[in-house]
């Protein structure tokens, strides 16, 4: 990979760059403000980026701010994250026409459509770690998800790394970010002192290929080396952490930690956090018909484990308390994701904190179970260490 | 990309996507009790079935109404389909009122499978709860087909009423040959009952087994399950001989919806068939 150039674009280049991937025949998605919050749409220019806007974030708040530059990142995570392209909320699975004694099923989910050729364009961190952790859901098991997999492998990601500290945000704690490492085509760092550019750091060959129709020039030391201060200075001002070890051995020992009790008093069920959560990938499927009865649908639509029709069966849901799911939610985040795809579920975007209604935070719920933890095994292996010692 | 319904015996059926239901035509419709039935299907362009192992399940789609994961009734080892199951949801209720010649997909099979090749040389006692004689059915008759290859075979069974039995001609054939034991027990008799009364677990101690030597498979209720397993346990069965057969939610039977969830397992693949050791503390968990 020493091949790759580092460049430095201007940065009125950045237009340049979002036309070069629409001659790509790409559909730019990028972060734009819609009324009272920057969200993920197709863009046309960069000016449809939230140019001098940025985000104050807290448990259960996000309020839409003017910033003194006319910096185009200068806001933490939204609202949006990239799976609703990837992994669409709604997706037609099957139609099936017939009537008794005939049955035609037609594959839509794995037939392709233009619009789908998406060039992902500010891709934060954590939320390319996100995409990795449904690459591996989607993709690495036994039976992969064709629709995800066909728009995934198509995607022209533009990585930005992160210059500032969302409110809610923790990712250099869960170590996924606030620098893009891997899997990007493009990064970008925004600098602004008494100049405005962009560090534009190339993945892939077909990053170069966008790049080299972009106004631009080898990235200098000096200029690299401030996008690198200002990252770290990002990465030290993140107010919150979660301690992503033995995260398993620590909730699998705490099923029946009273904490459980305290939030379930609070959650709401609401299901806010696993929509807007970026690694979140449990969808259930709806049948539909049309009013004469000759065609059916099949339609995939993302699910939540907080609702009690999620774990239903004959006799009742098996989860039916508050308790039971937020500790499903969490541990499932935490712990099983750790078995089942060899890394926690959680990126540290910040997102469930910041859009839960009664600002539950993943953090501080985890922390608290872990310091009963950590005290637990203390006692235990002073208890150990006494009696070896005796 | 490589389909997931493509299977051996079938070469000539593809399909691109894992959610898309194949066509099956009803052969047979059979009522076996006031709320159960069997279907008996074929696939509809007359080429042959997946191959597939005893324990495993499909997910039945009825048209316009929705799919719903049935584990599969019949012998691996003879042609068609078979699935037995109950009218309980909207899913099941319109199995219910299929009639020969009518068309349902399917998609499978899925899960994981009984032991029964583990099994040989070894004694087997079989229990089933309720609707729980199904899913076992396959691993009976693979057993069978290869008697010779086991120990004692003994089909313990229980269910709510003398009505509610299952297969009642079949248990009457397994009950007649010489090289099979089978138990029934109902939780509440009726005047004509003849037979034991009381929980399943009870014709453990009526079922002269090897302890050292048995594999156990066990279907019904998760505390039926729980209670059996213990047993069998108390009674020196080796607790990672003891197999089980879980039920969840689940809408995808391919691990990508995430609703059958079971702590770190997906029951619908990781599952349904369980080692008892594989999951033994989570069965003790509420709300798992």
Known sequence: MSTLMTYRIEHDALNELIQELRKEKYNVIGPTPRGEAIVLDEITSALELPIGKTDEQSPAQYHLKDRTDKAYFGFSAGPHSWKKYLFPPILRLVTASGNGSDLQISDDASKPNEEEKYALFGVRACDLSAIHIQDQVFGDGTYKDPAYLRVRNQAFIVAVNCTRAGGTCFCSSVRTGPRARVGFDLALSEVIDNEHYFIVEVGTERGEKVMSSVSRRPAGDTEMEKADRLIRAAAQLTGRSLEPDNTREILYQNTEHPRWDVVAARCLSCANCTMVCPTCFCATVEDTTDLTGTEAQRTRKWDSCFTMDFSYIHGGSVRPSARGRYRHWLTHKLASWVDQFGTIGCVGCGRCITWCPVGIDITEEFRVIRETYLMTSRVSSTKEATHGNS | MASVLEVPSDTTFVSAGPMVPRPFVVKRFRKETDDTFTLELEPKEGRSRFVFGPGQFNMVYVYGVGEVPISISGSPSTPGLIHTTRAVGTVTK????????????????????????????????????????????????EILSNRKDYGKVVLLYGVRTPADILFKDELEQWRARFDMEVFITVDRAVSEWRGNVGVVTTLISKAGFDPQNTIAMIVGPEVMMRFTALEFIKRSVKPDSIYLSMERNMKCGIGLCGHCQFGPMFVCKDGPVFRYTQIKDLLVKWEI
Do not use: F, N
């Not at chain 2, 009639?99 to 032991?115: A, C, E, N, Q, S």
């Not at chain 2, 229990?127 to 899913?135: E, N, Q, R």
């Open chain 2, 94 to 141: 319109a199995m219910a009122k299929l009639k020969k010649g009518d068309i349902v997909g399917i998609r499978g099979p899925y899960g994981t499978t009984w032991p029964v090749k583990e099994a040989r040389s070894h004694d087997v006692v079989i229990v089933a709860g309720g609707i729980g004689l199904p899913p076992l059915r396959g691993a009976i008759y």
